[in-house]
């Protein structure tokens, strides 16, 4: 019997190992699945710099590569008029949710601040200021 006790425990090391692998890669699954944030930006045709606000907002998905999704639409929309007024920001503005679809900033206005929706981003994604 004693000699088999050696191998015993290799057999349980083994599966213990193997259990923490598991582990291990089921962890990493999870985080790579999660959604990123979704970042809308509603803008009124006309605004004066609307092509560099346009561009500012999608330049957050190479700044936040695969945990940002931006998009772009047109205020003036059925749909994008509807959102507006659930958001309560006016006629024009950005929204960011998590991926939940829960709120975590929103900026009325036109004109935007990009300093703030980073810093929102930031803080929803647990990163430090740069």
């Known amino acids: 019997m004693a000699p088999n006790r050696p ?3 290799r ?3 083994f599966r213990l190992l193997s259990l923490g692998m598991l582990g291990l890669c089921l962890l990493a699954l999870a985080a790579c699945g999660k959604k990123p944030l979704q970042v809308v930006y509603y803008y009124k045709a006309g605004t004066p710099d609307l092509a560099r606000m346009i561009a500012d907002v999608a330049a957050l998905e190479k700044e936040f590569p695969g945990r940002v999704a931006t998009r772009s639409i047109d205020a ?3 749909d994008a008029q509807r959102d507006l007024t659930k958001l309560e920001i006016g006629t024009s503005g950005i929204a960011v ?3 939940n679809s829960v709120m975590i900033f929103k900026q009325g206005g036109s004109a935007l601040d990009m300093a ?3 810093e929102a981003i930031r ?3 647990g990163i430090k200021e740069p």
Request: hydrophobic letters at 45%; aromatic letters at 0%; a positive charge.
């Open 11 to 13: 057999a349980a090391g």
């Open 116 to 118: 703030r929706v980073k």
């Open 76 to 78: 003036s929309t059925a």
């Open 7 to 9: 191998l015993l425990h």
């Open 97 to 99: 949710r998590n991926s």
């Open 123 to 125: 803080g929803a994604l």
